[in-house]
């Protein structure tokens, strides 16, 4: 691999583990647990996984391993920090014995399923230390969710002498995770389980999980874009820049990296669906703004959009809804299949409310057909895939047009789209996450050891210095609850949306007025490796208001 001087530098670093970590440790349990919903139905569908005790690590004596060994599995979106964990687990799994080996099956949880696999070793390893991205393994999107997957999982778990599988990965995989590990321990298949909470979304976290990893690079990595957007903006004042920000469902992308760079504008899907505001209404709102700033002589500004908004608008969300019951079939809640998008979209338009379709068919053709026709394999709208930031400024300019026919606005208009999602997923992990990832796959190595399985692999405490971290573990089934997926109810990992009575949003809200009408930028620059710990070392203004 040709590598940048970046990287030869950052090979060198060495990643911090919390204290707990460092020697032998014991795992001290908590009290029985509960799932945060449904407990009747949970407890059910997981006789084995269910109510297990929160685990903290603390120093301890442990006697000496026989030789294990360990499989590890990417699941999903790309997320800057993997490449730590799976290192941090190697040093783990080898700390306890030396012979132990370590697995990665290729291309996320299809790898299991085809019995695609490395083994690592030390060269293999040193090469992806600290670096981001995905690339050592793959990752993948398939859901593993049925038997056939987990029975043909086995063979190759038993072929390579495999204890226990690492599965890094969102809720979803996480789900599945647990799944998994109901599976084989109801089947004494002496297989254990651990998952990892990664998703740059941030929507991965709950009273015991901090934040998902990858959350704070990619954060950073928008803000410093977004940072050098507003500085250019605010050089030529001749533009608003309409920015389109991934995190899927949840807004705490937007949010932090509104926290980071204080733009004039920036929306919350969670505060538009508590409002219940219309798609006009968010952009009646935009265009306010827009003009007030035009009238003190400022047509440039700049506007945060949360991917999900689209879904967060009531009335598109009970579409959303329906369309995702339709487009299952009632047999196999599988996606139904058809000949092509035409044939598709008739079926849609025939199967909704006449509710729903008239509120389909007042949504731009481009919009709409993307609501009918694209899924991911957890049955998710693709919102990734919907130009918002395209279509809000359309709106905008129609709606500023027309308050200048009516003498409401005497400014001009000028937008610049972007999408920024791809670009932060595989950023070269910031200090936060090399250090947190690498903690979180080498907690995982101590959780095997312990013969634990269902739990997911959790570090704590993160806004104090990494020695101070707290290691341990939490059962899945604690964070589950029921919910409708794909016109069934499923037993899924809550996802934790943005808290409007939260210390993040509260901040933001408190100060968005004064933001939208002033300039008061600011350009938080790249991230820096090597420095001031201040400018090095700091966690998101998300984590640091919610630990506060
Ligand atoms: P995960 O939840 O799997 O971590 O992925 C998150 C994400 O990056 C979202 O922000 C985005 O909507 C989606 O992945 C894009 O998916 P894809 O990589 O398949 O285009």
Request: hydrophobic residues 40%; aromatic residues 4%.
């Given at each position: 691999m040709v590598k940048s001087a970046l990287q030869i530098a950052r090979a060198a670093y060495q990643p911090k583990l919390p204290k707990a970590l460092k020697g032998s440790v014991k795992a001290v349990e908590g009290a029985p647990t509960q799932s945060v919903g449904n407990q009747d139905e949970i407890k059910a569908m997981f006789p084995n996984t269910y109510g297990m005790p929160v685990i903290t690590f603390e120093p301890g004596d442990s006697k000496p391993m026989d030789a294990f060994n360990v499989g590890i599995i990417l699941s999903g979106g790309q997320a800057p920090g993997g490449h730590n964990v799976i290192s941090g687990l190697y040093d783990g799994v080898k700390s306890l014995n030396p012979n132990s080996k370590l697995y990665g099956f290729l291309m996320g949880p299809g790898g299991l399923v085809d019995h695609k696999y490395v083994e690592f070793t030390d060269d293999f390893i040193n090469e992806y230390?600290?670096?981001?991205?995905?690339?050592?393994?793959g990752s993948g999107r398939t859901k593993l969710e049925k038997e056939a997957q987990f029975e043909s999982g086995i063979e190759i778990l038993r072929k390579l002498g495999i204890k226990a599988l690492v599965i890094i990965g969102g809720d979803d995989s996480n789900t599945n995770a647990c799944v998994l590990a109901e599976y084989y321990a109801a089947k004494k298949y002496g297989v254990q389980v651990i998952g990892c909470p990664k998703t740059i979304d941030g929507d991965l976290k709950n009273e015991q999980i901090e934040t998902s990893f990858g959350f704070d690079t990619a954060c950073k990595t928008y803000s410093e874009l977004i940072g050098n957007i507003q500085r250019d903006c605010n050089s030529a004042r001749k533009y608003w820049h309409f920015i389109k920000l991934m995190g899927r469902s949840a807004s705490h992308i937007a949010l932090e990296c509104a926290l980071q760079t204080q733009p004039n504008i920036c929306l919350i899907s969670e505060e538009v669906e508590k409002k219940e505001m219309s798609l006009d209404d968010v952009v009646t709102y935009i265009a306010r703004i827009v003009a007030d700033r035009a009238a003190d002589g400022n047509n440039f500004g700049t506007v945060l959009i949360p991917e999900g908004l689209i879904e967060f608008i009531p009335a598109i969300k009970k579409l959303i809804a329906q369309l995702n019951d339709v487009l299952t079939d009632p047999k196999t809640g599988e996606p139904m299949e058809f000949a092509n998008a035409k044939e598709q979209i008739a079926f849609v338009k025939s199967n909704i409310t006449p509710e729903n379709l008239a509120i389909l068919e007042s949504l731009p053709a481009d919009v709409a057909n993307q609501l009918c026709l694209d899924r991911d394999p957890h049955g998710n709208v693709q919102v990734s895939l919907i130009e918002t930031e395209k279509l809000l400024s359309r709106m905008v300019a129609t709606k500023l047009a027309a308050w200048k026919a009516e003498g409401k606005f005497n400014g001009k208009f000028s937008a610049q789209h972007h999408f920024f999602g791809y670009e932060g997923r595989c950023a070269a992990p910031s200090n936060y996450d090399a250090d947190y990832c690498y903690s979180l796959g080498y907690n995982a190595s101590r959780l095997i050891a312990n013969g634990k399985t269902g739990y997911m692999s959790i570090i704590k405490n993160?806004?104090?210095?990494a020695e101070e971290w707290i290691a341990g573990g939490v059962p899945?089934?604690?964070m589950m609850n029921m919910e409708r997926r794909n016109g069934a109810m499923k037993p899924v990992i809550r996802k934790a949306l943005?808290?409007?009575?939260g210390a993040p949003f509260k901040f933001f809200a408190a100060n968005r007025e004064a933001w939208a009408k002033n300039t008061m930028y600011i350009y938080p620059g790249p991230i820096q490796y090597w420095g001031p710990s201040e400018v090095c070392d700091q966690c998101t203004k998300t984590l640091a208001l919610e630990q506060k």
């Open positions: 230390r600290n670096t981001g991205g995905f690339d050592i393994i993160t806004t104090a210095p899945i089934t604690m943005v808290e409007l009575d």
